[in-house]
Protein backbone atom coordinates (compact mmCIF):
# COMPACT_ATOMS: atom_id res chain seq x y z
CA UNK A 1 0.00 0.00 0.00
CA UNK A 2 1.59 3.32 -0.52
CA UNK A 3 1.63 5.69 2.11
CA UNK A 4 3.64 8.50 0.94
CA UNK A 5 2.21 11.68 0.88
CA UNK A 6 1.30 13.46 -3.06
CA UNK A 7 4.11 16.33 -3.24
CA UNK A 8 1.94 18.90 -2.30
CA UNK A 9 1.42 17.67 1.05
CA UNK A 10 4.56 17.07 1.06
CA UNK A 11 6.12 20.51 0.94
CA UNK A 12 3.86 21.08 3.41
CA UNK A 13 5.61 19.38 5.95
CA UNK A 14 8.75 20.30 4.33
CA UNK A 15 8.16 24.36 4.42
CA UNK A 16 6.66 23.93 8.30
CA UNK A 17 9.69 21.78 9.68
CA UNK A 18 12.00 24.08 8.17
CA UNK A 19 10.01 27.87 9.60
CA UNK A 20 11.61 29.36 12.18
CA UNK A 21 8.57 29.33 14.43
CA UNK A 22 8.30 25.58 14.60
CA UNK A 23 11.92 24.64 13.19
CA UNK A 24 13.20 24.08 17.00
CA UNK A 25 10.32 21.97 17.54
CA UNK A 26 11.02 18.89 15.08
CA UNK A 27 7.92 18.08 14.82
CA UNK A 28 7.46 14.47 14.17
CA UNK A 29 6.37 13.67 10.10
CA UNK A 30 3.89 11.85 11.38
CA UNK A 31 2.00 14.50 12.89
CA UNK A 32 2.51 16.43 10.37
CA UNK A 33 1.62 14.85 7.72
CA UNK A 34 -1.70 13.47 9.63
CA UNK A 35 -2.74 17.52 9.89
CA UNK A 36 -1.62 17.51 6.15
CA UNK A 37 -3.91 14.55 4.72
CA UNK A 38 -7.22 16.13 7.30
CA UNK A 39 -6.75 19.63 5.48
CA UNK A 40 -6.83 18.04 2.17
CA UNK A 41 -9.83 16.88 2.98
CA UNK A 42 -11.42 19.78 3.70
CA UNK A 43 -9.92 22.05 1.07
CA UNK A 44 -9.70 21.99 -2.62
CA UNK A 45 -6.94 24.32 -4.52
CA UNK A 46 -3.50 24.36 -3.00
CA UNK A 47 -3.34 27.80 -1.43
CA UNK A 48 -6.73 26.66 0.11
CA UNK A 49 -5.25 23.37 1.91
CA UNK A 50 -1.90 25.45 2.83
CA UNK A 51 -4.40 27.84 4.73
CA UNK A 52 -6.64 25.05 6.36
CA UNK A 53 -3.02 22.94 7.33
CA UNK A 54 -1.74 26.23 8.94
CA UNK A 55 -4.84 27.03 10.88
CA UNK A 56 -4.72 23.41 12.23
CA UNK A 57 -1.39 23.22 12.82
CA UNK A 58 -1.74 26.68 14.91
CA UNK A 59 -4.86 25.38 16.54
CA UNK A 60 -3.09 22.47 18.34
CA UNK A 61 0.48 23.85 18.56
CA UNK A 62 0.24 27.56 19.32
CA UNK A 63 -1.61 27.29 22.89
CA UNK A 64 1.48 25.45 24.05
CA UNK A 65 3.87 28.40 22.47
CA UNK A 66 5.80 29.76 25.41
CA UNK A 67 9.22 31.77 26.02
CA UNK A 68 11.00 28.87 27.66
CA UNK A 69 14.60 27.96 25.90
CA UNK A 70 14.70 24.43 26.55
CA UNK A 71 18.36 24.25 24.67
CA UNK A 72 18.65 26.90 27.66
CA UNK A 73 17.26 25.05 30.12
CA UNK A 74 18.71 21.81 29.49
CA UNK A 75 22.47 23.65 30.10
CA UNK A 76 21.23 25.04 32.82
CA UNK A 77 20.12 21.58 34.81
CA UNK A 78 23.30 20.03 33.08
CA UNK A 79 25.69 23.05 34.42
CA UNK A 80 23.93 23.75 37.67
CA UNK A 81 22.49 20.68 38.84
CA UNK A 82 22.27 22.72 42.71
CA UNK A 83 19.25 24.41 41.60
CA UNK A 84 17.38 20.94 42.04
CA UNK A 85 17.82 21.11 45.54
CA UNK A 86 14.32 22.93 46.09
CA UNK A 87 13.29 20.53 43.28
CA UNK A 88 9.19 21.76 43.96
CA UNK A 89 10.47 25.79 43.50
CA UNK A 90 12.44 24.58 40.35
CA UNK A 91 9.36 22.97 38.63
CA UNK A 92 6.90 25.90 39.91
CA UNK A 93 9.35 28.36 38.66
CA UNK A 94 9.11 26.71 34.99
CA UNK A 95 5.63 25.92 35.38
CA UNK A 96 4.65 29.31 35.58
CA UNK A 97 6.21 30.19 32.46
CA UNK A 98 3.61 28.07 30.69
CA UNK A 99 -0.09 29.11 30.31
CA UNK A 100 -1.62 25.62 31.34
CA UNK A 101 0.47 24.61 34.34
CA UNK A 102 0.52 28.18 35.69
CA UNK A 103 -3.30 28.05 35.87
CA UNK A 104 -3.16 25.02 37.70
CA UNK A 105 -0.57 25.88 40.37
CA UNK A 106 -3.01 27.86 42.98
CA UNK A 107 -5.10 24.61 43.35
CA UNK A 108 -2.23 22.09 42.43
CA UNK A 109 -2.52 20.10 45.63
CA UNK A 110 -6.03 19.85 45.98
CA UNK A 111 -6.21 18.70 42.12
CA UNK A 112 -4.03 15.71 42.66
CA UNK A 113 -5.38 15.04 46.47
CA UNK A 114 -8.50 14.59 44.41
CA UNK A 115 -7.15 12.44 41.99
CA UNK A 116 -5.38 10.01 44.04
CA UNK A 117 -8.18 10.16 46.87
CA UNK A 118 -10.61 8.53 43.61
CA UNK A 119 -8.01 6.20 42.02
CA UNK A 120 -5.48 5.39 44.92
CA UNK A 121 -1.74 4.90 43.96
CA UNK A 122 -1.08 3.83 40.66
CA UNK A 123 1.82 1.60 39.21
CA UNK A 124 1.77 2.91 36.41
CA UNK A 125 1.32 6.26 34.27
CA UNK A 126 0.81 7.69 30.76
CA UNK A 127 0.97 11.20 30.41
CA UNK A 128 -0.91 12.27 26.93
CA UNK A 129 -0.03 15.36 25.35
CA UNK A 130 1.65 15.96 28.44
CA UNK A 131 2.87 19.75 27.53
CA UNK A 132 4.69 20.44 30.96
CA UNK A 133 2.10 18.53 33.17
CA UNK A 134 5.45 16.21 34.53
CA UNK A 135 6.43 19.13 36.40
CA UNK A 136 3.70 18.42 38.66
CA UNK A 137 5.62 15.05 39.97
CA UNK A 138 6.69 16.58 42.88
CA UNK A 139 3.02 16.38 43.63
CA UNK A 140 1.73 13.29 42.27
CA UNK A 141 1.83 10.35 44.50
CA UNK A 142 3.09 7.13 42.57
CA UNK A 143 2.94 3.51 44.03
CA UNK A 144 6.64 2.55 44.60
CA UNK A 145 8.52 1.50 41.77
CA UNK A 146 5.78 3.09 39.44
CA UNK A 147 6.59 3.96 36.24
CA UNK A 148 5.63 7.58 34.54
CA UNK A 149 5.79 8.03 30.68
CA UNK A 150 5.58 11.42 28.93
CA UNK A 151 4.33 11.78 25.45
CA UNK A 152 4.44 14.87 23.24
CA UNK A 153 4.60 16.12 19.73
CA UNK A 154 7.38 18.67 20.85
CA UNK A 155 10.62 17.28 19.94
CA UNK A 156 12.78 20.06 22.32
CA UNK A 157 10.60 19.79 24.88
CA UNK A 158 10.66 16.20 25.07
CA UNK A 159 14.37 17.07 25.10
CA UNK A 160 13.93 18.88 28.01
CA UNK A 161 11.58 16.70 30.31
CA UNK A 162 14.31 13.71 29.61
CA UNK A 163 17.01 15.49 31.16
CA UNK A 164 15.13 16.59 34.23
CA UNK A 165 13.65 13.29 34.24
CA UNK A 166 17.71 12.01 34.69
CA UNK A 167 18.66 13.87 37.09
CA UNK A 168 15.48 13.69 39.38
CA UNK A 169 12.62 11.05 38.70
CA UNK A 170 14.82 7.89 37.28
CA UNK A 171 11.12 6.10 36.82
CA UNK A 172 10.08 8.67 34.52
CA UNK A 173 10.41 8.11 30.57
CA UNK A 174 9.63 11.67 27.92
CA UNK A 175 8.84 9.80 24.30
CA UNK A 176 8.35 12.12 21.21
CA UNK A 177 4.99 10.70 19.71
CA UNK A 178 1.94 11.71 18.22
CA UNK A 179 -0.88 10.12 20.47
CA UNK A 180 -3.76 10.66 17.79
CA UNK A 181 -2.21 9.26 15.23
CA UNK A 182 -0.35 6.28 17.40
CA UNK A 183 -1.84 6.05 20.93
CA UNK A 184 0.46 4.29 22.90
CA UNK A 185 0.00 0.71 23.13
CA UNK A 186 1.73 -0.42 26.74
CA UNK A 187 -0.78 -1.52 29.51
CA UNK A 188 -0.84 0.98 32.21
CA UNK A 189 -2.95 1.86 35.34
CA UNK A 190 -4.12 4.66 34.72
CA UNK A 191 -3.18 7.82 31.63
CA UNK A 192 -3.45 11.50 32.22
CA UNK A 193 -5.05 13.51 29.48
CA UNK A 194 -5.06 17.18 31.02
CA UNK A 195 -6.92 20.29 28.94
CA UNK A 196 -6.08 18.84 25.64
CA UNK A 197 -9.46 16.92 24.49
CA UNK A 198 -11.20 19.88 23.40
CA UNK A 199 -8.53 20.67 20.90
CA UNK A 200 -8.06 17.08 19.72
CA UNK A 201 -11.91 17.59 18.90
CA UNK A 202 -10.97 20.85 16.94
CA UNK A 203 -8.30 18.86 15.07
CA UNK A 204 -11.21 15.80 14.61
CA UNK A 205 -14.36 15.72 15.64
CA UNK A 206 -14.71 12.29 17.60
CA UNK A 207 -10.83 11.94 18.02
CA UNK A 208 -11.23 11.76 22.28
CA UNK A 209 -13.48 9.04 21.45
CA UNK A 210 -10.65 7.38 19.20
CA UNK A 211 -8.14 7.66 21.38
CA UNK A 212 -10.05 6.04 24.48
CA UNK A 213 -10.88 3.18 23.05
CA UNK A 214 -7.43 2.42 21.57
CA UNK A 215 -5.95 2.67 25.28
CA UNK A 216 -5.49 0.15 27.26
CA UNK A 217 -5.52 1.82 30.71
CA UNK A 218 -7.80 0.80 33.85
CA UNK A 219 -8.67 4.72 34.22
CA UNK A 220 -8.52 7.41 31.56
CA UNK A 221 -8.10 10.84 34.26
CA UNK A 222 -9.02 13.52 31.74
CA UNK A 223 -9.59 17.12 32.90
CA UNK A 224 -10.81 20.03 30.57
CA UNK A 225 -11.37 23.65 32.04
CA UNK A 226 -14.46 24.49 33.38
CA UNK A 227 -14.07 28.54 32.28
CA UNK A 228 -12.57 30.47 28.81
CA UNK A 229 -9.55 32.17 29.40
CA UNK A 230 -11.35 35.55 29.64
CA UNK A 231 -12.93 34.18 32.38
CA UNK A 232 -16.62 35.65 31.42
CA UNK A 233 -17.82 32.27 30.13
CA UNK A 234 -18.16 29.27 32.26
CA UNK A 235 -17.40 26.06 29.89
CA UNK A 236 -18.50 23.61 32.03
CA UNK A 237 -21.64 22.64 30.39
CA UNK A 238 -20.02 22.10 26.93
CA UNK A 239 -17.12 20.17 28.02
CA UNK A 240 -19.40 17.68 30.13
CA UNK A 241 -21.16 16.81 27.16
CA UNK A 242 -18.06 17.03 24.98
CA UNK A 243 -16.71 14.02 27.35
CA UNK A 244 -20.08 12.54 27.97
CA UNK A 245 -20.24 11.91 23.94
CA UNK A 246 -16.66 10.58 23.86
CA UNK A 247 -17.78 7.79 26.11
CA UNK A 248 -21.39 7.26 24.99
CA UNK A 249 -21.11 4.43 22.61
CA UNK A 250 -18.61 2.92 24.45
CA UNK A 251 -19.09 0.54 27.73
CA UNK A 252 -17.41 2.86 29.96
CA UNK A 253 -18.67 4.64 32.99
CA UNK A 254 -17.97 8.27 33.79
CA UNK A 255 -17.35 10.36 37.08
CA UNK A 256 -17.09 13.80 37.02
CA UNK A 257 -15.58 16.00 40.26
CA UNK A 258 -15.04 19.93 39.48
CA UNK A 259 -11.63 21.39 41.58
CA UNK A 260 -11.40 24.93 41.15
CA UNK A 261 -11.15 25.81 37.11
CA UNK A 262 -10.96 22.16 36.00
CA UNK A 263 -13.08 19.56 35.91
CA UNK A 264 -11.66 15.92 35.76
CA UNK A 265 -13.35 12.80 34.61
CA UNK A 266 -12.77 9.73 35.55
CA UNK A 267 -13.90 6.88 32.88
CA UNK A 268 -13.47 3.33 33.55
CA UNK A 269 -14.58 -0.25 32.37
CA UNK A 270 -18.17 -0.96 33.23
CA UNK A 271 -21.84 -0.68 32.67
CA UNK A 272 -22.45 2.36 30.26
CA UNK A 273 -24.84 5.05 32.12
Known amino acids: ?16 KESKKYRDMN ?15 TAGKPHEIHAVFRKMLHNV ?28 NYCLEIMRRHASTRERIPYLEKFFNTIFLEIGAPKSVL ?48 I ?14 CAFFF ?35 TRHHSLESYHTQLVEKAVRSSNKTCKKIKVEDEILFFIREGASR
Open 27 to 41: LPDAFLADLARQASL
Open 195 to 229: KEAHRLEKRQPGATARLIKALDVGVVVLSLPAMDL
Open 61 to 88: IAPYLEDIDYKDEIARLENSPSILSDLP
Open 176 to 189: QQDIFVQPPAQHAD
Open 1 to 16: MKTSNPPDLNSLVAAV
Open 127 to 174: DLACALDPLCLPWIRLAEEATFTAYDVNGSRISYLQCLFELTFPFAEA
